[in-house]
């Protein structure tokens, strides 16, 4: 079966552009979380989905970060205008609805430089 | 959630077992146990999860005491490519974010 499928791998760019990084998660998850991660601040969850419907976005850095799910099967996440600072290896993950507490399910994630 | 409290790293001979132990002295009731690891440069890879039984599957074994305030996951036969950070998190369901802390780095050598 076909995991977290995320995109690009990399990602370089110079301050002020705009970024889309993209995600499919496992076919049939109703969840769909967002998670960056840096070597000061580790891994950190940005926003969540269930059912294509955002729930917690209070990890959202700042109103330049946007994450959108469309439908069941694809979700981005965007930055506009990119700082340096945003500069980190960014995750997406997805898991079954809570019954038996299903684990997370994560991409290899998009190295994301901005110069 | 609550916290959980792991050594920073640890070292395992190839073959032997690996036993990564984790704190969560504040778990409440309904908390479950994750365990996932990152091996460098991927994402993080569930590992297992339990609540109060002990656990099994092909990759590892979980051992949840019986005041459940700690832990142990053990690998049974580390190999080189078990060389990774393991997080212990523990939370209530599916819907709830993981909260990664620093984890364990092991290094298995040969």
């Known amino acids: 079966d076909a995991g977290v499928i995320q995109s690009p791998r990399h990602e370089v760019t110079e301050m002020g552009q705009e970024v889309t990084l993209r995600c499919k998660p496992i076919?049939?998850?109703?969840?769909l979380f967002w998670y960056r991660q840096t070597m000061m601040r580790g891994l950190e969850l940005l926003i969540y989905f269930n059912n294509n419907v955002p729930i917690d976005d209070s990890g959202m850095p700042e109103d330049r970060f946007s994450a959108k799910m469309p439908n069941a099967s694809f979700s981005t996440l965007k930055i506009q205008p990119s700082e340096p600072r945003d500069s980190a290896v960014y995750f997406c993950a997805s898991s079954l609805r809570a019954g038996r507490n299903q684990p997370q399910h994560f991409g290899d994630g998009t190295r994301l430089s901005i110069l | 959630d609550a916290k959980t409290t792991q050594p920073p790293s640890m070292d395992c001979a190839e073959g032997r077992a690996a036993n990564l132990p984790c704190n969560h002295s504040t778990i409440s009731g309904n908390e479950y146990v994750y365990w996932y690891r990152q091996i460098h440069s991927q994402g993080p890879q569930y590992i297992i999860h339990?609540?109060?039984n002990n656990e099994t599957n092909e990759m590892a074994s979980l051992i949840i005491t019986e005041d459940r305030k700690s832990s142990t996951l053990i690998l049974p036969h580390a190999t080189l490519r078990d060389t990774a950070v393991y997080y212990c998190?523990?939370?209530?369901?599916?819907?709830?974010?993981?909260?990664f802390g620093k984890g364990t780095t092991l290094s298995v050598s040969s």
């Open positions: 076919s049939g998850h109703d969840y």
């Open positions: 339990g609540l109060k």
């Open positions: 998190i523990v939370r209530v369901g599916a819907g709830t974010a993981l909260i």
